[in-house]
């Protein structure tokens, strides 16, 4: 018997040309605003309101990382880290003059710290910046070098999960087969890596105590890693991912560790900033004080 035939795909087929250029016809849901250049596209000042800090922001993973932070930090007393949350629409805000002062790379989150005067961009940047000004807060110094291995992890692995497989399963103006697989691979290939890291780190807190993803305690590292993470496994980020990739069966340890985060106050009050989505009532599109999440609804 011979060998059995192997699958035929079919593709359509792109010559590449010598040198490409944007025709404006990459389709999807952000081929509106998305070009080849970067800097400003028009004049738009940033509103500014009465705390340190000033955040400018969407409640994407990104986003969350550091209202996420702020919100726990504030509930270790740093009075120091009460913020204002503005929201940057992906429509074009990000594309205004004074975003772009702030941030150069027109990517939310950006801050400005009013007591310094010092612009902070890039998540992971933006979160050992304020653990430094609040005391090195959720970053240990016995565990100083593993908490930032994990943060710079995320910062890496993220963009596969998000470019990549978020963009081709959820947003891509039609489905294709090849990238899809390619990124679900990697995205499974990710959590794996995540569930052997909390299964160890379960094993050694022991039966039903609480576990994190390095050392003894809550740090960076959880904060970064559960908006990404954490919502996929849960069912919170891309319809239906979580049955697509199979998370109950496979990743039983990292649901755990994210049904556990999600539990804590301040990442619920974390997660609903700046979001201009969702049920009313559950969100806040801007936050300016802690009594702006008096009476939402629970999520």
Same mark, same amino acid.
């Given at each position: 018997m011979g060998e059995p035939e192997k699958e035929k795909i079919n593709l359509d087929e792109y010559t590449l040309p010598k040198i490409w250029t944007d025709d404006g016809q990459n389709g999807g849901k952000?081929?509106?605003?998305?070009?080849s250049t970067s800097g400003a596209r028009h004049?738009?000042?940033?509103?500014?309101?009465?705390?340190?800090?000033?955040?400018?922001s969407l409640g994407t993973p990104n986003g969350q990382k550091v209202t996420i932070l702020l919100e726990e930090l504030l509930a270790r007393?740093?009075?120091?880290?009460?913020?204002? @949350?503005?929201? +940057?629409?992906?429509?074009?805000?990000?594309?205004?003059?004074? =975003? $772009?002062? +702030?941030?150069?790379?027109?990517?939310?989150?950006?801050? +400005?710290?009013?007591?310094?005067?010092?612009? &902070?961009?890039?998540?992971g940047s933006i979160m050992i910046q304020l653990s430094?000004?609040?005391?090195?807060?959720?970053?240990?110094?016995? =565990?100083?070098?593993? $908490?930032?291995? /994990?943060?710079? /992890?995320? &910062?890496?692995?993220?963009p596969f999960v998000g470019g990549g497989f978020g963009h081709f399963y959820n947003y891509a103006p039609y489905k294709m087969k090849y990238p899809i697989d390619r990124y679900a691979m990697e995205t499974k290939r990710q959590l794996d890596v995540l569930e052997r890291q909390l299964t160890k780190q379960s094993s050694e807190a022991g039966e039903g105590k609480d576990f994190y993803l390095v050392g003894d305690e809550y740090t960076l590292a959880d904060i970064a890693i559960f908006p990404w993470y954490g919502h996929l496994v849960l069912g919170n980020?891309?319809?239906? @991912?979580?049955? =697509?990739?199979?998370?109950?069966?496979?990743?039983?340890? $990292? +649901?755990? /560790?994210?049904?556990?985060?999600?539990?804590?106050?301040? $990442?619920?009050?974390?997660?609903?900033?700046?979001k201009s989505w969702g049920a009313e009532g559950e969100n806040l599109k801007e936050r300016?004080? @802690?009594?702006? =999440?008096?009476?939402?609804?629970?999520?």
């Open positions: 952000f081929a509106g605003i998305n070009k004049d738009k000042e940033l509103p500014k309101g009465k705390h340190p800090l000033q955040l400018y007393g740093y009075e120091g880290a009460e913020y204002d @949350a503005w929201i +940057i629409s992906l429509g074009g805000d990000q594309f205004g003059s004074g =975003f $772009v002062e +702030i941030n150069p790379n027109s990517k939310i989150p950006a801050l +400005i710290d009013t007591t310094t005067n010092t612009r &902070m961009f890039e998540s430094e000004k609040f005391d090195n807060a959720f970053l240990p110094a016995n =565990f100083r070098s593993e $908490v930032l291995n /994990w943060l710079f /992890w995320q &910062m890496g692995s993220a980020q891309y319809k239906d @991912a979580d049955i =697509f990739l199979n998370v109950k069966e496979e990743y039983p340890t $990292v +649901i755990k /560790w994210a049904e556990g985060i999600m539990a804590r106050p301040a $990442v619920d009050r974390g997660c609903r900033v700046n300016h004080d @802690a009594s702006d =999440f008096d009476g939402l609804a629970k999520l």
